[in-house]
């Protein structure tokens, strides 16, 4: 999927509000190994709220954001995106005070990072998983820890392209 850096989305109905929590097996600071991480996705699951006092479609999103800018590069220390998105859910008709259960599951490539040669690689670093809309989701800590391991080898398409 490609950065989400340049454009805001609009999320929900303008004509109501929702609020997002985790759920109580989501709830707080995940630590995973690279080996980890390659090997399952990750389940991220998040209560969403019609707080409002209409009935309304909500379009949860979710991204996986960098801890920092590094430098002033528009990536973290590993070479990983600001912020990127890795999947959405539209709840149709939530009538208000109605709460749903959303589940999103991360996989090694949504926390990866690709090089300068094409190569997408799972480094250890921390990142944060958002899910929620653009102006108030809930965060989540990752704190990826191990080797760095090799995903995908860049194919022959890179060598004319310049990467190396």
Partial sequence: ??????????ACCADT???YKWSDASAGRLSLSTADLHAAPTDHQVEV??????????????FTVAAEN??????DEAGAPL???????????MAPGEKRLVLFSSTAEDLSVVDGAGDRWLRPRRAFVEIGDVVNPVRREV????????????GPWADGLGLS
């Fill in 49 to 62: 709220t019609n707080t409002g006092t209409v009935a309304g479609d909500c379009v949860v999103l979710a």
């Fill in 17 to 19: 509000t929702f609020s």
């Fill in 83 to 93: 912020k990127r998105m890795f999947g959405f859910r539209r709840l149709r008709a």
């Fill in 1 to 10: 999927m490609l950065p989400l850096t340049h454009f805001v989305v609009a």
């Fill in 143 to 154: 704190v990826i820890a191990g080797e760095e391991r090799l995903l995908e080898a860049a």
């Fill in 70 to 75: 590094y430098q002033g590069t528009n990536k």
